[in-house]
Nanobody, 121 residues
Framework: QVQLAESGGGLVQPGGSLRLSCEASGSIFSIYYMGWYRQGPGKQRELVAAITSGRSTTYADSVKGRFTISRDNAKNTVSLRMNSLKPEDTAAYYC???????????????WGQGTQVTVSS
């Protein structure tokens, strides 16, 4: 069983900062992509940022220059540093990983339960 456990959400004022963390645990052979998606009220889930095992990164245009994604391959963790937060960043943030549980298995998609980020004064 693979689990993704998120932490670090909460309430922050506009202009503030938060750091989200996610740890993948269980039977894992290799993780390729790790990333963060978000889903705001009445909106579709969207990619926020992703990072490969080689540390190539992708960011949504709306967060470029404000958010930074990083990962620790040895610990199977991914973090998202969010600066200059705006009310429109309010959403449930979900950790995502593309991984293999054994060398000969297919790549699998796994999701965390989500952590709420609320940006409000």
């Amino acid at each position: 069983q693979v689990q993704l456990a998120e932490s670090g959400g909460g309430l922050v004022q506009p202009g503030g900062s938060l750091r989200l963390s996610c740890e993948a645990s269980g039977s894992i052979f290799s993780i390729y992509y790790m990333g963060w998606y978000r889903q705001g009220p009445g909106k579709q889930r969207e990619l926020v940022a992703a990072i490969t095992s080689g540390r190539s990164t992708t960011y949504a245009d709306s967060v470029k220059g404000r958010f930074t994604i990083s990962r620790d391959n040895a610990k199977n963790t991914v973090s998202l540093r969010m600066n200059s937060l705006k009310p429109e960043d309010t959403a449930a943030y979900y950790c995502h990983a593309t991984l293999k549980v054994r060398i000969r298995t297919e790549w699998e998609e796994h999701w965390g339960q989500g952590t709420q980020v609320t940006v409000s004064s």
